[in-house]
């Protein structure tokens, strides 16, 4: 008996120079001194992914797959309070399920797939005299990914961002999120520092507001939803599809912001000193959701939040 292989790879993907999946970084920054012991830096940053790959089922063409869309439930937590029709989504015909003939090469053979990621940095550092140092500064970014093109002749084509994986719901048949691009995404963090005279206590406090977490809602359609407008059942045998309500990085939650302090104070013995530190860390005791569930069955229950207000001496 001769096992025939289930999956064939385009040889130039495997050999030749500069074939490898790759991502490219240029980054440029100006520091500059305002006025004395005041001083401003800027940074642009750019990355570029390059030389995607894919698999194709040549045993299928686009021509094997139906479209279909299904109406969201009504739910004031979706946009627009849901009802939207989300589509087009694809499902393989009936006659062609189970024949496979994978073959993986290159995704500029399909179509123009592309992804990148641009950022700015802002910061500022004052150190002016008496003992009172200042940082602090805005950090903000956002990414392009699109695979319509080859999502158009490639019905089965998935894909999962590299750049930001865990912030996007992964594209495949039955997501129609084939082009996103999302808006900025902007943090902010502050630190001070100032040393009280003569009594040697240094009092300190950093401050960081962070994006909210992007938020999905992931609906297992079941097959009464899909079949008024497939006009059948899915193929295969499967129960449901599971989409995304949701266009990605379009909602988020709330920002987190947290605020630290520090009270330290030197002890002199002779030659030799100790510093006792009198730390609260969240100290306006906030509580944004990091973590939320995305199961639409369960959704937006929280998994994780800030942790509480914590005193602690050191």
């Not at 050999?15 to 999946?21: E, Q």
């Not at 006659?95 to 399909?110: E, L």
């Not at 550092?125 to 903000?140: D, F």
Request: aromatic letters at 12%; a neutral charge.
């Amino acid at each position: 008996q001769v096992l025939a292989p289930t999956v064939r790879w385009n040889e130039d993907v495997l050999r030749g120079f500069g074939v490898r999946p790759y991502n490219w970084e240029f980054s440029a920054g100006i520091q500059h001194e305002l006025v004395p012991r005041v001083g401003l830096e800027f940074g642009y940053f750019r990355r570029i992914f390059g030389n995607f790959t894919l698999t194709d089922n040549l045993a299928t063409s686009a021509a094997d797959y139906d479209t279909f869309s299904i109406p969201a439930p009504s739910d004031s937590r979706l946009p627009g309070g849901g009802g939207q029709t989300i589509g087009p989504l694809f499902d393989l015909k009936p006659a062609k399920v189970g024949q496979v003939d994978n073959y993986v090469t290159f995704s500029s053979d399909y179509g123009k797939q592309q992804e990148h990621w641009n950022g700015v940095d802002l910061t500022i550092s004052a150190r002016p005299r008496n003992g009172v140092t200042l940082q602090g500064g805005v950090s903000t970014g956002r990414t392009t990914f699109d695979g319509c093109e080859i999502r158009d002749s490639l019905p089965e084509f998935s894909w999962l961002p590299d750049a930001t994986a865990s912030a996007f719901a992964y594209m495949n048949q039955f997501n129609p999120y084939c082009r996103v691009k999302e808006d900025f995404q902007t943090q902010f963090k502050f630190l001070g520092t100032y040393l009280v005279p003569r009594i040697d206590v240094q009092l300190a406090g950093t401050f960081q507001s962070m994006p909210g977490w992007p938020i999905m809602a992931i609906y297992n359609a079941p097959n009464s939803v899909i079949q008024p407008s497939l006009g059948r059942v899915l193929s295969g045998g499967a129960a449901n599809a599971s989409v995304n309500l949701v266009a990605p990085v379009s909602e988020f939650n709330d920002r987190a912001n947290q605020l630290d302090v520090r009270a330290s104070k030197v002890i002199r013995f002779g030659s030799r000193r100790a510093t006792v530190n009198f730390d609260i860390y969240n100290f306006l005791n906030g509580n944004p959701v990091l973590l939320q569930n995305n199961n639409y069955a369960v959704w937006l229950t929280p998994q994780r939040i800030l942790d509480a207000r914590l005193f602690k001496i050191s």
